[in-house]
């Protein structure tokens, strides 16, 4: 049995890591009253554990307004983690190539848990951009790079974000699990995925996915922009190159795709035949 000095340590440091999750994109700064709502402690202990996390560089206090914004130390092991990340190693120059070539924005991201995380993001020129960021994490179902990894996940895994709710962002959004089955089905079967508008207004992707040594989606390189150019032709065009770029990534992380069964059959047959 823990002794309960250790039990308040655990539960002070899952508070900390709780108000550190706190902060994202939209809201960078926050301040003492805003944090406390969000995890429903007190105050005066949001106080403390902000203050404590001061002290170690986790987080930056304005002394003008008094609020909190994330800190230097959380950037530090932030880059740990991206020069540490396989995927992102094999895939930075051939992200490059697909921005130099089509000038379009592009991702990678990952699976982690039931969301897809962008781990890396390579921004094109265009005047007209998408708002997005790395470490934005999105719902599996109804982003381009969601449902390509989603697709390849065993059935239960497909089940369960199905129970967890398909909450409707846009009417685009895919809120009936059967068409939601449908359309995974169809993504194994081009090898590609595609949102129209399905998370936010306005903002179409398509994405391929990315396999490891072991055969399995982790993740998916994913290219995001506004309808007006995100045309259905213009990802059709585009999810040709993205697959090509994600074959390659899954090789440099060791997969290899075995011949199709109808090829192996020929190429046994064929051995020892006259040329």
């Known amino acids: 049995m823990p002794r309960q000095s250790d039990a308040r340590t655990l539960s002070s440091l899952r508070h900390a890591l709780h108000a550190l999750r706190c902060f994202s994109q939209d809201e960078p700064e926050l301040g003492i009253t805003e944090i406390a709502r969000k995890l429903g ?6 106080h403390r554990i902000m203050a404590t996390l001061a002290e170690e560089g986790f987080v930056h206090r304005d002394e003008e307004t008094h609020r909190y914004r994330l800190g230097l130390s959380v950037l530090s092991l932030g880059g740990i983690i991206m020069s540490n990340l396989e995927i992102c190693r094999e895939g930075q120059h051939l992200l490059e190539e697909f921005v130099h070539r089509f000038d379009e924005t592009v991702h990678l991201a990952v699976l982690e848990d039931f969301c897809t995380v962008y781990v890396s993001k390579l921004e094109c020129k265009h005047p007209v951009q998408i708002a997005t960021h790395v470490g934005r994490r999105n719902p599996l179902y109804c982003t381009s790079s969601g449902k390509v990894i989603l697709a390849y996940q065993d059935a239960s895994m497909i089940e369960e974000v199905i129970c967890r709710g398909l909450q409707p962002f846009t009417p685009n959004t895919i809120s009936d699990p059967n068409r939601l ?4 089905t169809q993504i194994r079967e081009a090898g590609y995925a595609t949102s129209v508008g399905e998370l936010r207004p306005g903002v179409n992707s398509v994405a391929a996915p990315v396999r490891d040594y072991t055969r399995r989606v982790i993740g998916a390189v994913t290219a995001v922009g506004p309808a007006a ?3 259905d032709e213009k990802m059709k065009s585009l999810a040709k190159t ?6 390659e990534i899954s090789n440099r992380l060791g997969y290899y795709e075995r011949p199709r069964s109808r090829d192996m059959f020929h190429a046994s047959h064929s051995i020892g035949r006259p040329t």
């Open 41 to 46: 402690l007190s105050k005066s202990t949001v």
């Open 242 to 247: 993205l697959i090509s770029i994600s074959k």
């Open 229 to 231: 150019r995100f045309t």
């Open 181 to 184: 089955r449908t359309v995974l």
